[in-house]
């Protein structure tokens, strides 16, 4: 069965503190990783996908990197607006539908 | 583009009573999902297509059904809801090789059953 596992469940930063969320994930076969942000009372919004270990993607603030096991998204100097719940989620090979994480809620705070 | 729209945005249900949440997406994609949101969990997949006419259950499909005739809409159906059906739930939809290959999400729907 394909999981996926976020840490820590929230974090709390000072503006310009960077750090990092962490996706551990099993799966038969991957065939991508994607990292979705959700504002409350929004749907998720897509941000990255990586599709093989050693892969990194950036986006403003944000990078995103892939091992094997697990991936990262690095956050540099984030500002109150970073604010939000980050989603993980996992598709494996057969284009099958995506399982998410439970996400890790970020505030940032000025 | 609108993408993907989902009506109602708020709704009470009395245990008992049936309802179907709409979902439209104008983007011509294939794959369409519905996912459900609980406090502190993630998504859980509930109902997928592959196209029109095909439709395949995921992890939570009791107590929901769904059709397909159109590319554009998959309505979600909720047939004798129980309040354990509260939920905030998520129409997605994708198409193989797109731009960006991620899913396009809707705002959602806060169902309460009451």
């Known amino acids: 069965e394909d999981q996926v596992t976020q840490s820590p469940e929230a974090l709390r930063l000072q503006e310009g503190e960077s750090s990092s969320l962490n996706c551990s994930y099993t799966v038969s076969g991957l065939r991508g990783l994607f990292w979705y942000r959700q504002d409350p009372g929004k749907g998720p919004e897509f941000l990255f996908t990586l599709y093989s270990a050693g892969e990194e993607k950036e986006k403003e603030r944000l990078k995103a990197t892939l091992t094997k096991k697990e991936s990262f998204l690095h956050i540099t100097a984030p500002k109150p607006e970073d604010s939000a719940t980050y989603l993980c989620a996992v598709q494996a090979a057969g284009n099958t539908p995506l399982v998410f994480g439970k996400g890790t809620r970020l505030s940032v705070i000025a | 583009n609108a993408g993907v729209t989902q009506t109602p945005k708020f709704r009470i249900l009395k245990i008992g009573q049936s309802m179907t949440l709409q979902c439209t997406q104008d983007m011509n994609h294939n794959y369409m999902y519905w996912y459900r949101q609980d406090p502190g969990m993630g998504l859980k997949l509930i109902y997928y297509s592959v196209g029109a006419g095909i439709t395949d259950k995921g992890e939570v499909p009791n107590g929901y059904n769904v059709s397909r005739s159109t590319t554009e809409d998959f309505p ?39």
Do not use: K, N
């Not at chain 2, 997605?92 to 396009?104: C, N, P, R, V």
């Open chain 2, 76 to 114: 979600l159906r909720l047939e004798l809801a129980a309040p354990s059906q509260t939920s905030v739930y998520f129409c997605a939809s994708y198409a193989l090789g797109g731009a960006g290959y991620g899913y396009t999400f809707g705002s959602g729907t806060r169902l309460t059953v009451v």
